[in-house]
């Protein structure tokens, strides 16, 4: 369905050509005095210039022109040359129905969808999911929903950290621990067990005792680095042992991402960039790019219009080995190949701008991406704690995400128990469900790149800018439904009337911008104008609830209208929710 602001424009547009002036005049924005009007048009400003005329003549020019509107009630040209404007209720009534009616809920899909790759999640195997993944998760998950929502074609890759030193250190504190394993030993030949020898929790105790000892012990480092190498280069024994670490912490992390509500369509990682990586080499250094510089391999990226230096962007180290920024140049090889996506998007931590800038550059110099291919980066902040300072446990360490969302959970647990009068057995699942759009809402709710303070306290009252406030408010829209129909009210037939009081069509005005909402925030990356717009339409709808007696309405048709507005007010908050990532408990 065509934009609200659109149907506006384009009133305003005849008006300003029947009236001799030029269209590209007529732009409409939403009011910055609500106290006034609702929408307004400042061009007659503008165009006083071209037309040496002055502005207020203009404006009433234009409404001379307009007439009488279908779609404009109270229209006014006020000084020096605003013209002010309220949609008619009737006009508004219509759209709401319309839109209640179409299936996407007047959002248009897009007319050349794209195929857009999303590399977000971007855990480390092996080592224990902790918050700072959490915000790639989230913010990447939705953006990959607005995405499909709006009909693009959109790909989530997880994009696994396995092929690095964590690997190699493992493997060692593993042959220290087990030399007997015959994944150790070189001459073995015959078939690997098919068990892992470890559980996902001896794992997560190896890794750090393991990253602790080589930071100590250089013999020991030295040792790790070794394994590494030689499981990259193809060591039969390692290979079954790494196959095995992935095994097992895979399916761990696809059970903590499952209550994330967080699902990738490509389990990847960096291991399988590797076998892209020697053709891309010589490739770079055949077409000139790759020089050597100080032994390693480099590819210059520095543009004559850089303020602040970028490095060459390193293929290989002095010992041949690969880096970070090999791994994510191979993978764009393999992701060209196997997709030819439109756009690839990473979502990653801001810190790691720099490795991005060098990648893309790189890739784009080196031609592999060709030019219709976008590369984009979005750079999310740092969760702090109350303190300011990067989120801990309480005792300092790494908080790990398993017990945030238990702590979140417990939190919200007590807060629906202390609200509800009895004492039922779903206030666990509930307090779950509430709990994930506490987490979810509290990190969307930021512009993205921005640093932002994980406060439980906050993210987990029902009042305010928060998850359990929309949530509220949508089981209360639920309830209100659940009464009508024990009333014996149907909830088929839908038509929406005219609004009759001022928080009404506040209401339905906030209903309208849905379209226009999710196609900008899905433009722009930014969930959190997601948020913001529900956050609005969460406001409007409960001062409309304060004002009005739903039920008791006497006027069966008035009551039914009202009825279907709280219908389109509920799929409205449930699809934003969704294009969020998480969703409404039945009550709370
Ligand atoms: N595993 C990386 C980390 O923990 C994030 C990976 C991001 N994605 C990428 N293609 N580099 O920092």
């Not at 001459?187 to 100590?216: C, N």
Request: glycine letters at 6%.
């Amino acid at each position: 369905m065509k934009k609200i602001m659109e149907l506006i424009a384009e009133e305003l547009t005849a008006a300003f050509e029947k009236a001799g002036y030029d269209a590209k005049f007529a732009k409409v924005t939403l009011s910055n005095r609500p106290d006034l009007c609702e929408f307004q048009c400042n061009g007659a400003m503008a165009a006083a210039k071209t037309y040496k005329k002055a502005p207020i003549m203009i404006a009433q020019d234009v409404l001379e022109a307009l007439g009488e509107s279908n779609v404009l009630g109270d229209v006014q040209a006020v000084n020096p040359g605003f013209i002010n404007m309220k949609v008619r209720e009737e006009f508004l009534a219509d759209y709401l129905t319309k839109m209640q009616q179409d299936e996407n809920l007047s959002v248009e899909k897009a007319k050349e969808p794209k195929r857009l790759m999303i590399d977000y999640g971007g855990p480390n195997v092996a080592k224990p999911l902790h918050v700072g993944h959490l915000r790639s998760a989230i913010i990447g998950e939705s953006i990959k929903r607005m995405g499909r929502y709006l009909g693009h074609e959109v790909i989530g890759d997880v994009h696994l950290g396995d092929w690095g030193l964590q690997m190699g250190l493992i493997i060692t504190e593993l042959r220290h621990r087990k030399p007997d394993l015959v994944y150790f030993q070189e001459d073995y030949t015959g078939e690997y067990p098919a068990e892992a020898p470890f559980t996902i929790s001896e794992l997560e105790e190896i890794y750090p005792t393991a990253s602790g000892k080589s930071k100590e012990d250089a013999a020991y480092k030295e040792e790790a680095l070794q394994a590494t190498y030689e499981l990259q280069h193809g060591r039969a024994g390692y290979r079954a042992l790494w196959q095995h670490i992935l095994n097992v912490s895979v399916s761990d992390l696809k059970k903590n991402y499952a209550r994330l509500n967080v699902e990738f369509d490509l389990w990847k990682g960096e291991s399988d960039a590797d076998a892209y990586i020697p053709a891309m080499v010589e490739k770079m250094k055949n077409d000139g790019f790759a020089y050597e510089d100080q032994g390693a391999l480099v590819v210059d990226v520095k543009e004559e219009t850089d303020t602040k230096e970028v490095p060459p962007c390193m293929i290989l180290k002095s010992d041949g080995a690969a880096l970070y920024t090999t791994t994510d140049l191979a993978t764009i090889v393999e992701r060209m190949e196997d997709y030819h996506p439109d756009e690839i998007l990473y979502v990653v931590d801001k810190r790691q701008e720099m490795h991005f800038i060098q990648v893309f550059r790189c890739a784009r110099k080196t031609g592999i991406v060709k030019d219709d291919t976008k590369l984009s980066f979005l750079g999310f902040g740092t969760m702090n704690g109350k303190d300011g300072k990067p989120f801990k446990t309480r005792e300092g360490g790494v908080m790990r995400l398993e017990n945030l969302i238990s702590e979140i959970n417990g939190e919200m647990y007590q807060k629906i128990i202390d609200n509800r009068s009895v004492k039922d057995t779903d206030a666990q699942k509930t307090a779950e469900i509430v709990g994930l759009s506490a987490i979810k809402y509290g990190d969307l709710s930021n512009q993205a790149s921005k640093d932002y303070i994980f406060d439980v306290d906050r993210f987990t009252s029902f009042e305010g800018n928060t998850g359990p406030y929309i949530l509220y408010t949508i089981v209360r829209i639920k309830s209100i439904l659940g009464k009508y129909t024990q009333e014996g009210g149907k909830l088929d037939e839908k038509s929406i009337r005219a609004a009759v009081s001022e928080s009404e069509k506040a209401l339905m005005l906030e209903c309208v911008k849905f379209n226009a909402v999710v196609e900008n925030a899905f433009d722009e990356k930014a969930p959190h104008k997601i948020c913001s717009y529900i956050y609005d339409l969460a406001n409007a709808f409960n001062r409309f609830y304060h004002e009005t007696k739903i039920l008791s309405e006497e006027n069966e048709e008035q009551r039914h209208s009202w009825i279907c507005l709280l219908m389109l007010v509920r799929d409205v908050l449930e699809t934003c929710i969704s294009l969020l990532g998480f969703s409404a408990p039945e009550r709370m």
